[in-house]
């Protein structure tokens, strides 16, 4: 299989990249993550290996930028990076696999060969209305390209509203997306939610695209 890898260090990036073509691989080796994506841009690889700490755009700027773009190839990250909140943050940004250094060089080639043996990803598609755009993958909500800012309750409640697009939903039935069942909060909490979300949008210049249907609920029309 075509592997790109993305590693700054000059020696670790050639004994990586023999070790890969010696297994068989053919493997093109980008240094920074402007040249990751370029290569990214200009051939189909089946999978990538990336290192978080980059020049000129880092580990994590290449996951998103790759991700919204719909690309879908495996990425697994390689980093020295060993701490939980790095190997979330990457994850969430759409690695799919994560080992950190010091590792085994098999253990890197049977990652990959477990990469490139699962069905390709779902993309999930964006919810839009108007200029406000979601991306569910990256749990991010934008207005004209612009990040509103939204807390993760705030995003969810539009989310659900986005995709339950013409319907109408309680109080009760908005609270029920949103917490769980051992939760302590009331209902109510929802208006609250709704309220810092209107607020949001409004500074955004986004307007008010959530309706109130008194006695019913709240839907996006």
């Known amino acids: 299989m075509r592997v790109l890898l993305v590693e700054d260090s000059a020696v670790l990036g050639q004994a990586l990249h023999d070790h890969l073509e010696r297994a068989g691989h053919a493997c093109d080796l980008a240094t920074d993550g402007q040249q990751a994506l370029a290569h990214l841009h200009a051939h189909a690889y089946a999978a990538v290996v990336l290192d ?13 930028r790759l991700r919204a773009g719909g690309d ?13 909140a790095d190997r979330v943050r990457a ?19 049977a990652r990959l060969r477990a990469l490139v043996r699962r069905p ?4 999930q598609p964006l919810l839009r209305i108007g200029a406000i755009e979601l991306d569910p993958r990256l749990r ?11 807390s993760p309750k705030e ?19 908005l609270f029920e997306r949103l ?12 208006e609250v939610i709704l309220s810092t979300l209107r607020a949001k949008l409004a500074r955004a210049g ?7 249907r008194r006695g019913f609920g709240y839907t996006i029309p």
Do not use: C, W
């Not at 991010?140 to 939204?150: C, F, I, K, T, V």
């Not at 917490?179 to 929802?190: C, I, L, Q, R, W």
């Open 140 to 150: 991010l909500a934008r207005h004209a390209g612009r990040d509103l800012g939204l």
């Open 120 to 123: 390709p990803r779902a993309q």
């Open 179 to 190: 917490y769980d069942h051992g939760s302590d909060a009331s209902d109510k909490v929802v």
């Open 52 to 64: 978080l700490m980059l020049p000129r755009l880092d580990g994590f700027a290449v996951l998103e």
């Open 72 to 84: 879908a190839v495996p990425v697994l990250v390689l980093s020295a990076r060993d701490q939980v």
């Open 206 to 212: 986004a307007g008010n695209p959530i309706q109130t």
């Open 155 to 173: 995003y969810a409640l539009l989310e659900v509203l986005l995709r339950e697009r013409g319907h109408v939903l309680s109080r009760a039935q």
């Open 91 to 109: 994850l969430d940004a759409g690695a799919d696999d994560y080992l950190v250094k010091p590792f085994a060089l098999d253990e890197l080639l």
